[in-house]
């Protein structure tokens, strides 16, 4: 099935993001264009257009000195140097260089990380800060006599007349976007200045700004949803843009809240989480204190967006001024430059209401509310349509032909606005953005994620990778995830872990939830029953093992998405920090049969679970009676 195109002429001045530079500094030098909040509170730095054009300038002097234009220049920059950041990126693009950007490393796995990236994608510069310089020169040691370094906040902005243009075609390299690794090791995306040209023109369009936009972001600017989504979107349309460092949104979440209400944000954005941890950490007093008025656009992305969240929001920040209609939730990707999809703008989010047994089979079946309120149904919200020439596509992922209508398949996607290939991987490129279709001539690329399209709305249901099946049915990991996440009040809501693991020869279901702070005390003991029960009344699956964890004690991505596939390896090895741990006796029946017999007749005990519990055995076992 194809999803419907929506088209509009959008034609800004120059080819790429240098002549768009260079635009503004002629026509609006002293605009602030990006402003850093100290502890995400206090203006400290501001960044005019002309001001911004000429750091540029000397940065890509400094490169065009060391003869490194089309070279790799690694960007490692402390997360309170965003302004730092963004010039060396774009003295990148302007020397012809291509950027690559990293994290600090805050731990020996950060920089095995940044190790893997210089060699990976072959450096020969790495520009930073002067207060990260001498740390990171010993952090990586065996680079520091092969690479050139540079910290670019004491570079003068005297030889910015030095700089010579350079001849760039839409087809050369403008930087090296790296995945986020959740589902393996990180691979560094080729984009190309017409890659990142379009997928700002779709961004523009589907966001519906202009230079009067106002952006405020926290996300970390090595990250595509920041750099792409904030930073560059507003040197695009010509506006301006507000930032924080992450740590200060962590420490203190409410500070992006009193950000968009003193600047008057007209569009911010994150992840499903943080729009959770903003609904438990308000109190009545700031709720008097926000103005949420001017908020046109809350994108939610990067990990699945939840209908109870936007409701919980809305409902909790109504009194602010914040709109319900504000909620973009929209789709994206290291692959595709960054954005795919999105809903029109100031219209309420679509959510449907699908029968849980179906969706274990990849089909598609509706359902009323009260299915779901009952158990039988889960909602899934819309991540919106394709914009100008992205075409969307559900394919089943082992014939490689397309999806019948309401069947979940593998999202493949075709348009000027993704990525090229992955560097130094042709085999890999071939088979991700390379794709093809009986039906059509264009190459797709494979997304890796599984959805479903529903009168020409995209709904995604999980990673095709991550996709758990037990008794037979398929089982997407963030469902039972959030299952867990409620069910105690000292589970952090973003720190949940279900995967599958071998055991006795089967594959079994293992939960791994970290626990607040002031909870460390909780024994798994007390928790059991309570999540076999919540999974087990939800999903019919039965969980094997109970690890609880300590804050921070799963491994994530730089981004803040959970790598099961790491938590899986690591509960394997045993190196997971445990607070407590419990694992099922292999003497329990592993027979599907035995196990719905077993939990059947303990549901006849436990009145609150035995009319749900038999509904669902009974569907259960209609639905296994043809293959059994």
């Known amino acids: 099935m194809v999803a419907p195109k929506i088209t509009a002429e959008i034609a800004p001045e120059g080819s790429t993001l240098v002549d768009l530079l260079q635009l503004h500094a002629r ?104 207060s990260l310089l001498a740390k990171l020169q010993t952090q990586l040691a065996e680079f520091k006599s092969t690479c050139r370094w540079c910290a670019t906040d004491r570079l003068s902005t005297s030889i910015a007349s030095d700089w010579q243009p350079m001849t760039i075609t839409p087809d050369t390299i403008a930087f090296l976007q790296y995945t986020s690794g959740s589902t393996g090791v990180p691979k560094g995306v080729i984009i190309t200045h017409d890659c990142l040209m379009q997928n700002q023109k779709l961004l ?27 930073v560059l979107q507003a040197l695009y349309v010509g506006a301006s843009c507000v930032l924080m460092s992450p740590i200060d949104f962590v420490q203190k979440p409410m500070r992006w809240l009193q950000a968009i209400s003193t600047y008057q944000a007209t569009t911010s954005g994150g992840p499903n989480f943080a729009y959770e941890l903003l609904c438990r950490k308000v109190t009545p007093e700031l709720l ?29 920040f109504a009194l602010c001024g914040f709109r319900r209609e504000a909620f973009y939730p929209c789709y994206g990707m290291a692959e595709a430059t960054l954005f ?20 274990e089979q990849n089909q598609v079946v509706l359902v009323d509310q009260s299915d779901v309120n009952s158990g039988m149904g889960r909602q899934l919200v819309s991540c919106g349509q394709g914009w100008l020439d992205t075409e969307i596509r ?84 963030q469902h039972i995830e959030a299952t867990v996440a409620q069910a105690h009040p000292g589970f952090r809501k973003d720190g949940t872990a279900a995967f599958s693991a071998k055991i006795d020869g089967d594959d079994r279901l293992i939960i791994a939830q970290e626990v607040e702070r002031n909870y460390r005390g909780l024994k798994v003991d007390e928790v059991i029953e309570l999540i076999r029960w919540r999974v087990f009344e939800e999903h019919f699956v039965d969980v094997r093992g109970i690890l609880l964890l300590k804050p921070g004690g799963l491994p994530k991505t730089s981004s803040g998405k959970v790598q099961r596939s790491a938590c899986r390896q690591q509960f394997l090895e045993n190196q997971l920090d445990l607070l407590d741990q419990w694992q099922q006796p292999s003497e329990i029946p592993s027979d599907p049969n035995a196990v719905m017999e077993r939990y059947f007749k303990l549901a006849t005990h436990l009145r609150r679970y035995q009319n749900l519990t038999q509904g669902k055995i009974q569907r259960w076992l209609a639905a296994m009676t043809p293959s059994t």
């Open 27 to 130: 026509q609006q030098p002293d605009r602030t264009v990006y402003t850093f909040l100290k502890n995400g509170e206090t203006p400290d730095h501001r960044l005019t257009y002309g001001t911004l054009d000429q750091q540029a300038r000397s940065i890509a002097a400094w490169l065009q000195q060391q003869s490194l234009a089309q070279q790799r220049v690694l960007l490692v920059y402390p997360y309170d140097a965003g302004l730092e950041f963004i010039a060396a990126f774009l003295g990148c693009l302007y020397a012809g260089a291509i950027a690559v950007s990293g994290h600090p490393p805050r731990n020996q796995s950060g920089v095995l990380e940044i190790q893997a990236r210089l060699v990976g994608a072959e450096a020969a510069a790495v520009l930073t800060t002067q």
């Open 204 to 230: 523009q369009l589907a966001f519906g700004h202009d230079s009067h936009s106002i952006g405020v972001g926290w996300l970390p600017l090595f990250h595509d949803m920041g750099l792409i989504g904030n």
């Open 288 to 316: 008097q204190q926000l103005d949420l008025s001017h908020w046109q656009l809350a994108f939610t992305g990067a990990e699945p967006v939840r209908a109870e969240t936007i409701d919980r929001f809305s409902q909790t």
């Open 340 to 359: 795919i999809s999105g809903g029109q703008k100031l219209t309420s989010p679509v959510v449907l209401s699908l029968e849980e047994m179906a969706l």
């Open 394 to 477: 559900i394919v089943d992922p082992q014939s490689g032909q397309p999806c019948p209508v309401d069947r979940i398949g593998e999202i493949w996607v075709a348009g000027s606005g993704l990525g090229v290939g992955y560097w130094q991987q042709p085999e890999l490129t071939q088979h991700t953005f390379h794709a093809t279709l009986p039906d059509s001539p264009r190459p797709y690329l494979r997304t890796g994620d599984l959805g479903f399209l529903h009168q020409g709305e995209l709904f995604i249901t999980g990673r095709l990778h991550d996709v758990m099946v037990f008794w037979g049915f398929n089982h997407y990991p």
